[in-house]
């Protein structure tokens, strides 16, 4: 099958779920590792119940946010290599902090298509929600479908 015909097949409203994710002091550990960003955020629970962050108090430890960025990302790409796409942008806002035991689930749904001379462009809408069906971070994301892939 060409990438034009895997774009033509994609559907308006088609949404893409992505894997469950739970929160442990391992995952956190594991990007605080991977990322150098040992903020005491996501790393000291006395530090955070005593102390605010930006005139916000969480009580307790918080997943990195750029863990969203990087579920939402694995999401789109799982599903978007097969089919001959790449994704080209994403931008994301942080609703609600995601904390120690709690588990998320991203979504993105097909919000706009557009070909171009240049492609075909596929848009999403994003959405990360929590084990409660909470909203904790909501986004944009852009795709492009091409023969090759792009520089």
Known sequence: MTVIENFDKIELGEV???????????????FGDA????????????????????GTSFGSVIMHGMQNFALITRTL????VPRGGYHRRL????????????TITPEATVSRKNLTDSGQWVQFDLVVKNQHGDPVAT?????????TIPV
């Open 91 to 102: 931008e994301t806002r942080w609703i609600k902090p995601v904390k120690l035991g709690d």
């Open 16 to 30: 893409v779920r992505g894997r469950s994710f739970t929160v442990t002091t391992g995952t956190i550990q594991d």
């Open 35 to 54: 990322s150098l960003d040992y903020n005491p955020l996501h790393f000291d629970p006395d530090w955070m119940e005593k102390n605010d962050f930006g």
């Open 77 to 80: 790409t799982d599903w978007l």
């Open 139 to 147: 986004g944009q994301g852009l795709a492009e479908f091409c023969e």
